[in-house]
């Protein structure tokens, strides 16, 4: 069975301070990986998704993904944070692109001023 | 382009009552699928519709059910409402059931509320 876990519950940095969120998966299958964000009150935003091909992989806001096989990461950064970057962040996988996604518990990111 | 538009957004209900919340994809979207998102268990699929028919489901009791119609809105519905059922409730659109990939739009969600 799928899962995936997302190791940081909160993660607190400093504004303009580089952040890494991480993620692993398990899958017996070929999975498609995605990281959505969480706004307060909204629904969830597609930050990117890798499917296939070049292993790094580049989202809006400007956040980047690598994914990596063999320690089954897929782990998000962003070299520098802004204030509005404050929200949730989820890592989900689905099994060959099925719409039934299994999501992590989700990393709360908070930036200080 | 409309988005995906989830009806009500807020809803407060008592145990053993039942409700029915709405869905309306992106125009052209035939898939939807819902979530049911929780502080204790998180985001978890509940079922998906393509073409009015039930694709995927997810691993919740039968008081959770949903359908289609033919312009691809989407109801889902829970019947003798508990506690427990307190949450958010998210659908997602996208163009086909899978396959090749192809992106799910989320909405905005109904928080529905049990006392």
């Known amino acids: 069975a799928q899962s995936v876990t997302q190791l940081d519950s909160q993660v607190p940095v400093f504004e303009e301070a580089p952040v890494e969120l991480r993620c692993n998966y398990s899958s017996s299958v070929s999975v498609y990986l995605f990281w959505y964000v969480q706004y307060p009150n909204q629904g969830l935003q597609l930050l990117l998704k890798y499917l296939s091909g070049s292993t790094l992989v580049k989202g809006i806001n400007g956040f980047e993904a690598e994914f990596n096989k063999s320690q089954t990461s897929f782990h998000l950064r962003k070299p520098s944070v802004h204030i509005s970057d404050t929200a949730e962040y989820f890592c989900?996988?689905?099994?060959?692109?099925?719409?039934?996604?299994?999501f992590g518990t989700g990393t709360r990111l908070t930036v200080i001023p | 382009k409309a988005g995906v538009t989830q009806t009500p957004r807020y809803l407060i209900k008592t145990r053993g009552q039942q409700v029915t919340l709405s869905c309306s994809p992106i125009?052209?979207?035939?898939?939807v699928s819902w979530y049911q998102q929780t502080p204790g268990q998180g985001l978890q699929f509940l079922f998906e519709y393509f073409s009015e028919t039930q694709r995927n489901k997810g691993n919740f009791p039968g008081r959770f059910s949903g359908r289609q119609f033919s312009n691809s809105r989407s109801e889902m519905n829970v019947s003798t409402l508990e506690l427990g059922d307190s949450a958010l409730y998210l659908c997602?659109?996208?163009?086909?059931?899978?396959?090749?990939?192809?992106?799910?739009?989320f909405g905005p969600g109904t928080r529905l509320t049990v006392l």
């Open positions: 997602a659109s996208s163009w086909t059931s899978g396959g090749s990939y192809n992106e799910q739009f």
């Open positions: 125009s052209g979207h035939r898939s």
């Open positions: 989900a996988v689905s099994d060959n692109g099925a719409n039934n996604l299994f």
